[in-house]
């Protein structure tokens, strides 16, 4: 690829990223029941790179999904390709076991729900909901972000701490911080993602 062809395709690239980067339709982005986390559903992800992207986007798993048996998570790693530029993201999710034979349940649906977070991830790299998120996580307010979103902070939004749930990255609450300090739970999990079975050996 000669030079020429470079500069035109980091143009396309820009044109494209442009558009990805773009707000999401409001109401797109979702609070959990408590209000205090917010989210954008991964099938909007997919939408958004669809009608930007179309056939310049790809995403593929690498490697094999991995369980972590005493935290009752499974690891999900892929790589999303938008022309030349590759992210990479990894994603996990919780499973269940039956009781009498300490067998996974649903691993199928948990393995699906981890690639669906590592898609999340990766988009995420490319800026993709940034402007949507930022009301709602602390970097929002940052200067070197320069994200120019002229939205006020929810109200029903808590204020969030530095430290970042060990599954979803997303920032965790001073109220998150001290239930996982109260339960003596040294990995930091959001609420929603605190693994069941640590929860009941501190029970």
Known sequence: MNLQEMKDMQ???NEI???LTDPFPKGTVQLNESKDIA???VQAYI???EEVAGVFWSWKLVGDPVIYEKEYQVQVKGVLKILGAEREGIGFANFQVYEDTLKIKNLKNAVLSAESDALRKACDKFQMGWKDLAPYRKWGD???V???THQERPQNVQDVSPEKCAKCSKYLTQEELQFLNDHQ????YCKNDIP???LKKRS
């Open 17 to 19: 990223k442009e558009k």
């Open 196 to 198: 069941p079975h640590l």
């Open 142 to 144: 940052n200067p070197a």
């Open 11 to 13: 143009e396309i690239y």
């Open 39 to 41: 989210s954008i559903p």
């Open 146 to 148: 320069n994200l120019s």
């Open 185 to 188: 739970i040294k990995i930091k």
């Open 47 to 49: 939408k958004r790179l």
